[in-house]
């Protein structure tokens, strides 16, 4: 039987066949070559006296780290406007992450009962500008949550953002029961730090759905630098005017992406997000 792992927790496995969820134990053997079951994996499994047995894990498509699940195909990933106000630098590291693991994104800006006209205004030239596709959202009190569930099938989603941006919310509403714990940073903060949380995958609308704890920052210092601008999408179309070739659109002359800035076809704020990054790669490699 083939399955998909959804959780795992001491040794055990918990594998999805069909509507059925088996426990399993891993074969020795995985140990000896290195290669641990992950959640997300796509596992043959063999089931003898009622004891579930992970047999051989399918090919990988993606392996993604923070967190570690196997076979991620997409990021929803959700900031809200306001409480805690959204950090424009911080969601640009968040889209550079996503990028470079190849993800299909689409962007949740929650909490719009908070926020005024301008705000939105803003957002949507912000973004809009760039292509991502982007919407409102309401995840309290499930305002604008149909979009969402659309992109759901066929995917490994990862819900990923700062905390208290209502990731836990919005999934609970998509699931339309509470498989997340919710809450202002202050009363989780009250029930225990650290709770050990693993990640689980969540079936719904066809497809898988993983909740992260919120990271209030973001190590890109992984990504090589003549890499990271193939993080900006929006780069892509100018790059070719540059006058050198493997141009990292920083101090060079004659570089088309600058031009683009200059001329306000390319978001500033991006492009300083862009060089902010860019410094931080370079400063970590020089002293490696
Ligand atoms: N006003 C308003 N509050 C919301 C909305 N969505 C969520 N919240 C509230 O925001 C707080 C944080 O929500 P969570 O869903 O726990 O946020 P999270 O992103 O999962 O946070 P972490 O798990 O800490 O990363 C909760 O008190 C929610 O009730 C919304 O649409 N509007
Ligand atoms: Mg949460
Ligand atoms: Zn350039």
Redesign the pocket.
């Given at each position: 039987m083939i399955g998909t792992i959804i959780k795992g927790i001491g040794g055990f496995y918990y594998v999805k066949v069909d509507d059925e969820v088996v426990e399993c134990k891993a074969r020795g053997k995985f140990r000896f070559n290195e290669l641990t079951p992950l959640v997300g994996d796509r596992v043959e499994i063999a089931v003898k006296n009622n004891k579930g047995v992970i047999e051989k894990i399918l090919p990988r498509t993606s392996e993604l780290i923070r967190p570690n699940v196997a076979n991620v195909t997409q990021a929803f990933v959700?900031f809200?406007i306001k409480?805690p106000d959204i950090n424009l630098d911080l969601l640009n590291r968040f889209l550079v992450i996503c990028e470079s693991n190849n993800l299909n994104i689409v962007l949740f800006i929650?909490?719009?009962?908070?926020a005024a006209g301008q705000d939105l205004k803003f957002i949507e030239n912000y973004f809009g500008r760039i292509g991502y596709k982007y919407h409102f959202?309401?995840?309290?009190?499930g305002?604008g949550l149909e979009e969402a569930g659309k992109y759901l099938k066929n995917n490994v989603t990862v819900v990923c953002?700062?905390?208290?941006?209502?990731?836990?919310?919005?999934i609970?509403r998509l699931c339309g029961s509470n498989v997340?714990?919710?809450?202002?940073?202050s009363?989780?903060n009250n029930r225990g730090k650290h709770t050990t949380r693993h990640s689980q995958l969540i079936a719904v609308k066809d497809g898988f759905i993983v909740?992260?704890?919120?990271f209030s920052s973001l190590d890109i210092t992984k990504i090589k630098k003549e890499e990271l601008q193939h993080c900006f999408p929006e780069f892509e179309e100018y790059k070719y005017q540059c006058k050198f070739k493997g141009c990292l659109h920083y101090k060079e002359p004659g570089c088309g992406v600058k031009d683009a800035v200059e001329k306000g076809i390319i978001v500033q704020g991006r492009y300083q997000s862009y060089t902010t990054m860019l410094e931080e790669i370079s400063k970590v490699k020089l002293y490696d």
């Open positions: 959700v809200s409480s929650n909490k719009r009962d908070l959202i309401g995840a309290k009190a305002e953002g700062p905390s208290g941006a209502g990731k836990s919310t919005m609970n997340m714990e919710t809450g202002e940073i009363e989780k909740d992260t704890p919120g």
